[in-house]
């Protein structure tokens, strides 16, 4: 912990470094072009004494998690008929595939175009976003389930559920948990793209607005505070679920 701070107030120094050598000094960049430290600082107090941030960030995290719930359930399914179904794996697949590569952002223009500029818009990016990702990465987890394990199972009389339930759940576990934490990450990016596309209040917005207004500290304030709740999420939830499943199995 202690060399984690360390490494931080020196990357902090480099930042104030770099842009007093070439914003003070040499005047080499604009100050309206360049964040510095003291800036987005200044900027953090402000946003969070009206309130802003913390309400950007609330709004966020509530629609994040509601869009990605959402798409691990329509995730999982799409996932398990792929792997269950030989016609969907051979031609669905690949369009699933195909869609996984599309940037959120063009998922944008049908969200408005259906929902409006509203909340069902934003969520609508986020499931699209994240959704086909599981469902590859559900398909991807059973198939690396060793052949062994299902054999010997379907020897002794398990039936359909009994198998998924008891042998292919647990023994794919962890890379479920691996996908899951993929789809999170999808989902928060693609939560970004469908915000700064809307008028609702959220970090995504609170960016746009900080474009808007030639406030660079403010664009990279948001930046910064999406970075963060990124890592407290990880850290905080699937990293622990996931050294929890790994000790459990003696892997970690």
Not at 38 to 52: H, I, K, P, Y
Not at 117 to 145: E, P, R, Y
Not at 153 to 164: E, F, I, N, P, V
Not at 165 to 188: C, D, N, T
Request: with cysteine; aromatic share 10%; charged share 10%.
């Amino acid at each position: 912990m202690i060399g984690l701070i360390i490494f931080l107030i020196l990357l902090v120094a480099a930042w104030q470094g770099f842009y007093w050598v070439f914003v003070d000094l040499l005047a080499v960049c604009k100050p309206y072009s360049v964040p510095s430290p003291g800036g987005v600082a200044e900027r953090c107090v402000e946003l969070l004494s009206d309130g802003t941030l913390l309400q950007a960030t609330g709004n966020s995290l509530l629609r994040g998690i509601a869009g990605y719930a959402a798409a691990v359930i329509l995730g999982i399914i799409l996932g398990l008929l792929i792997n269950h179904f030989k016609y969907l794996q051979k031609n669905l697949k690949p369009i699933v595939l195909g869609i996984q590569t599309l940037p959120s952002v063009c998922w944008v223009p049908f969200s408005i175009l259906w929902f409006g500029l509203s909340t069902q818009a934003i969520l609508f990016v986020v499931v699209m976003g994240s959704a086909f990702s599981i469902a590859i990465s559900v398909d991807n987890a059973i198939k690396n389930v060793q052949p062994i394990y299902t054999k010997a199972a379907l020897t002794m009389g398990a039936g359909k559920g009994q198998l998924y339930r008891h042998v292919i759940f647990p023994a794919s576990l962890p890379e479920l948990i691996s996908g899951m934490k993929q789809g999170w990450s999808f989902a928060w990016r693609a939560l970004m793209a469908g915000e700064v596309m809307t008028t609702s209040i959220g970090l995504g917005q609170t960016l746009i607005m900080g474009r808007d207004l030639a406030d660079i500290d403010q664009v990279m304030l948001v930046m910064l505070v999406i970075v963060l709740v990124g890592i407290i999420i990880d850290k905080c939830i699937f990293s622990v679920i996931e050294n929890r499943v790994l000790k459990k199995r003696g892997l970690a």
